[in-house]
């Protein structure tokens, strides 16, 4: 999960390369560096470690590094320790120290991804005399392209193919020869890359915001492809080293959508964002009073023909499928399984023509997930992508497509695409209702119209944010948070789980309120925080009793629930409202007062809410 840039043309590339790393250092952001070339020279290496502005300041942000170009990397380290020797870029020859300065090797390059076998190639070319300095696979990689560039004589592009052809694992490289001043040729194999175009000047980036600035007009380079990449240009070619033409793709999004509109932290903005997130999506779907599934290719007798839905994502989006599978099972009568992509790729799930496998996914490149969706295909089962990027590798590998219009989501910790995505779900899980008929005309018609009050009740409880900011004050010292819910309410509290620990790094568990009871409620002492969902009528009493077991330990009791449910504060310390809906539909209420506990708690602790520690926005490695 780096995030890697490169800029060739006729501009001082160290500022670009930089500004680009800026708008990527949600990737990682554990150590960084540029190789900048001037013309002929050698190319020039600075590292640091920590945040990106401490290479900023090192290079005068980017003034003191002449040259027009150049790459550069922003790590979360999976090879090594965040180290100056370990960060990004490497090369083939040997490196001294901190591995900046000057460079006299062949081969230069930066890369995002696992290179899975990379101790077998590294025991191949100390056998051929090199020598190592860092303990990451990227270096390994670079030496290997080097290896087969000085051995077979052979350019660029067939010692990079040479390379992918030896190499097991995933990555997006950007690498740059001595003798080709000037140009970088990258490849890709399971991690995100994409190339932009402008006039005398191309682009290489992980992600779109690190580019959109210069160029709407990118190519997305395909899997086990190559591409060499001058001011202005790019070609790209196959595993045979085949010349190949890929489409020129422009961006449509909008550039201040990257950007924080005048809030403090990305994340306070897209839980904003929310309401015009739901009501996008929700208008991507829902034409003349119904839900129209024909541009993501899913026809009435497919819906027909389902006898099993097999919901696979990682966190949050996982999330989504454990809400959207109440909601699908009571709807539409289907058995629905929500599966953890990094269990479901390496189980045997029994699949047919007859399942239908939704990967759920805000990148579209989690590699859990992509990988969970080519397992699903494999084995013959319909497969339908539910992804915020478009033309990310699971949106061009699923069969079928629904996009969620949350637009750019910068923060790591996820809001308005898990919104989007939990919408996009229950207009589904209505359609196939309908379609499978299990609700009449006129149910299907009230849930529409329902479904379509999310994003102004949203808005509404985003008005009462100072409430929640105001507890969030009360529980900064908190050492354990449980969340707890029955039904769609307990899927409500896993992702309010989540926010909270993610980001303010307090233990934090969600449980099934009825478990609690079965062990887990020995942990419940003085003063500790129970937060209970209760947004499902026919569940309420329960898990108000489940509350009170808890408080008759010690605990202190936070409710969520829908308005009129007043008699809750007899039981809660403090209750938080929300409108009423369908309760189908509730979970994108009842999470916004959740995600904003968990904004305000971080922001009390003084902590890095956009960028968390240990994560990164996209997941791209296993
Ligand atoms: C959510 O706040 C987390 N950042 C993380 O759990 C995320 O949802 C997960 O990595 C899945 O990412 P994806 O939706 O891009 O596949």
Not at 343 to 365: A, D, K, N, W
Not at 510 to 529: F, M, P, Q, R, V
Request: glycine share 8%.
């Amino acid at each position: 999960m780096c995030g890697i840039v490169g800029y060739t043309g006729n501009e001082q590339a160290a500022p670009i390369l930089l500004d680009g790393l800026a708008r990527l250092e949600y990737r990682g952001y554990d150590s960084a560096g540029l190789a900048v070339r001037d013309g002929e020279k050698l190319a020039e290496v600075v590292k640091a470690t920590g945040k990106l502005y401490h290479l900023a300041d090192k290079t005068d942000q980017g003034r003191a590094l002449p040259g027009a170009c150049g790459i550069g990397h922003t790590r979360w380290a999976t090879h090594g320790d965040p180290s100056m020797v370990n960060a990004h870029p490497h090369v083939s020859g040997n490196c001294s120290g901190s591995g900046s300065g000057q460079v006299e090797s062949d081969v230069v390059g930066v890369h995002n991804g696992i290179i899975e076998n990379f101790t077998e190639l590294k025991e191949k070319l100390l056998h051929h005399g090199y020598v190592f300095y860092s303990d990451t696979d990227t270096e390994v990689v670079v030496k290997l392209v080097d290896y087969y560039y000085k051995k077979y004589k052979i350019g660029p592009v067939d010692a990079i193919t040479r390379t992918m052809v030896r190499v097991r694992g995933s990555y997006a490289l950007a690498l740059m020869f001595r003798d080709y001043p000037g140009e970088i040729f990258a490849a890709r194999k399971d991690s995100p890359l994409i190339i932009g175009t402008a006039q005398d000047a191309s682009f290489l980036a992980s992600d779109v915001p690190a580019i959109l600035k210069y160029t709407r007009s990118v190519y997305y380079i395909g899997n086990l492809q190559v591409a060499r990449v001058s001011p202005g240009q790019a070609k790209f070619y196959d595993l045979n080293g085949d010349e190949v033409a890929l489409p020129l793709t422009e961006i449509t999004w909008d550039a201040a959508a990257a950007e924080k509109g005048g809030y403090e932290h990305f994340m306070l903005k897209e839980i904003h964002e929310q309401p015009a997130a739901v009501r996008d999506t929700l208008n991507s779907l829902v034409k003349e009073g119904r839900v129209v599934l024909s541009d993501a290719g899913l026809t009435d007798d497919m819906i027909r023909s389902l006898t099993q839905i097999d919901i696979v994502a990682c966190g949050s989006a996982w999330h989504v499928g454990m809400a959207a599978q109440y909601v699908l099972e009571d709807l539409a009568c289907l058995p629905v399984r929500v599966e953890l992509a990094s269990e479901f790729r390496y189980r045997s799930v029994p699949l047919t023509e007859h399942t239908l496998v939704v990967v759920i996914s805000q990148s579209g490149e989690t590699a859990d997930s992509l990988a969970a969706l080519r397992v699903a295909k494999e084995r013959g089962a319909l497969t339908l992508a539910v992804v915020n990027v478009i033309g990310s590798s699971i949106a061009r590998e699923a069969d079928h497509v629904l996009y969620t219009l949350a637009g750019p989501e910068i923060a790591v910790a996820t809001t308005k695409a898990y919104s989007a995505q939990l919408i996009a779900m229950d207009a589904l899980a209505v359609q196939m209702a309908w379609v499978r008929g299990t609700v009449s005309q006129e149910r299907y018609e009230k849930m529409l119209e329902e479904l379509c009050t999310i994003p102004d009740k949203i808005r509404r409880i985003l008005e009462e944010k100072e409430r929640l900011q105001w507890f969030s004050s009360k529980i900064v010292n908190a050492h354990d948070i449980f969340f707890i819910g029955r039904g769609l309410d307990y899927a409500i509290s896993l992702e309010g789980s989540l926010k909270m620990k993610e980001i303010s790094y307090i233990h934090s568990e969600a449980y099934a309120a009825g478990e609690l009871k079965h062990g887990t409620i020995s942990l419940i002492e003085h003063n500790t925080l129970v937060i209970g969902v209760l947004t499902q009528s026919l569940l309420f009493e329960k898990t108000v009793s489940n509350m009170m077991e808890c408080k008759s330990r010690g605990a202190y009791l936070m409710g969520v629930t829908t308005n009129g449910h007043f008699d809750l504060e007899d039981s809660a310390d403090f209750t938080v409202y929300i409108p009423k809906t369908d309760e189908h539909f509730v979970a994108s209420l009842a999470v916004v007062p959740l995600q904003l506990l968990g904004y305000y708690t971080s922001v009390s602790r003084g902590l890095d809410v956009d960028k968390p520690r240990n994560l990164a926005k996209s997941v791209t490695v296993e």
